[in-house]
């Protein structure tokens, strides 16, 4: 029986189905080994460690993000296109947006920033006031998609409804 060219490529995207599947906790070199069915010493010549394939996930998964959300900070009310498209992937992909977390660094990264940064244009904030409020909007978000996908929201009122209730809050804010 031939063996299996093993690639990088083989090894990230196995890593990001795991997450998928059974959360980022099971991304170990041996879950990811059994996966593919060899022997976890082959997988490090491929890469150095376990850390090194987490962040090949994160830009995978970052591709993955950057893609969901293109588009969306040209529209009529660009942080709440933002807002639903970002929830929608992070309550769609569970483990892939787990995955894309890690590593802020790398051609996706920086285009899923300067996506939410130009959603910010129209407030014509200062360089300094523009990061607060970027790291404040996306704090909020992950805050929402973290409660969503844990279950954390019990009460019988529409997710979509006090999403879009918290993106409007959040822009009075920004305009006072």
């Known amino acids: ?79 709440l296109s933002l807002a639903v498209a970002y929830v929608q992937f992070g309550r769609n992909n569970p483990g892939l947006y787990v995955s894309s977390l890690p590593g802020g660094n790398g051609e996706y990264a920086d285009a899923i920033l300067q996506l939410i940064s130009d959603a910010f244009l129209p407030y014509h904030l200062e360089k300094e006031e523009k990061i607060h409020a970027i790291r404040g909007y996306r704090s909020m978000l992950h805050g929402f998609i973290d409660l969503d996908n844990h279950d954390g929201f019990k009460l019988a009122v529409s997710l979509e409804d006090s999403l879009k209730r918290m993106i409007y809050i959040f822009e009075r804010g920004l305009q006072s």
């Open 1 to 79: 029986m031939p063996r299996m060219q093993l690639t990088k490529t083989m090894i990230i995207d196995t890593a990001l189905s795991l997450a998928g599947q059974y959360g980022y906790q099971a991304v170990t070199m041996a879950n990811i080994a059994r996966s593919l069915t060899i022997k976890p010493p082959s997988l490090y010549n491929h890469f150095k460690n376990l850390e090194e394939i987490k962040q090949g996930m994160a830009e995978a998964a970052q591709k993955q993000l950057y893609i969901a959300l293109k588009g969306t900070e040209k529209r009529t009310q660009p942080l």
